[in-house]
């Protein structure tokens, strides 16, 4: 069992930064793979961004490549999502999820290989 908090979300403008983080509680957070996805008004949560549970294969949305940095931190329990040049279509609830149960190198990018999932934090970008 794992227990994941985000933080860092909040309003900004557009072609602005922010850096989300996410807490995840449990003595195994190390050999989880770890995604971000968000989830607009009216809208089907989506994937954003994944990293293997050594850290060492990313995965990205076309819409943020190049925009957004997923990273982690084993050692502290904690993930990360910078996020730069943000867009108003950057607008959503962002949430932390966890997948158990995979290689050291594979990143997970559906919704349906995640068991565990955060509340979720706020991201707003005005235009």
């Known amino acids: 069992q794992v227990q994941l908090v985000e933080s860092g979300g909040g309003l900004v403008q557009a072609g602005g930064s922010l850096r989300l983080s996410c807490a995840a509680s449990g003595r195994t957070f190390r050999t989880y793979a770890m995604g971000w996805f968000r989830q607009a008004p009216g809208k089907e949560r989506e994937f954003v961004a994944a990293?293997?549970?050594?850290?060492?294969?990313?995965a990205y949305a076309d819409s943020v490549k190049g925009r957004f940095t997923i990273s982690r931190d084993n050692a502290k329990n904690m993930v990360y999502l910078q996020m730069n040049s943000l867009k108003p279509e950057d607008k959503a609830v962002y949430y932390c999820?966890?997948?158990?149960?995979?290689?050291?190198?594979?990143?997970?990018?559906?919704?349906?290989?995640?068991?565990?999932w955060g509340q979720g934090t706020q991201v707003t970008v005005s235009s």
């Open positions: 999820a966890a997948a158990p149960g995979f290689s050291s190198i594979v990143v997970v990018t559906t919704k349906t290989g995640y068991d565990y």
């Open positions: 990293i293997s549970w050594s850290g060492g294969r990313t």
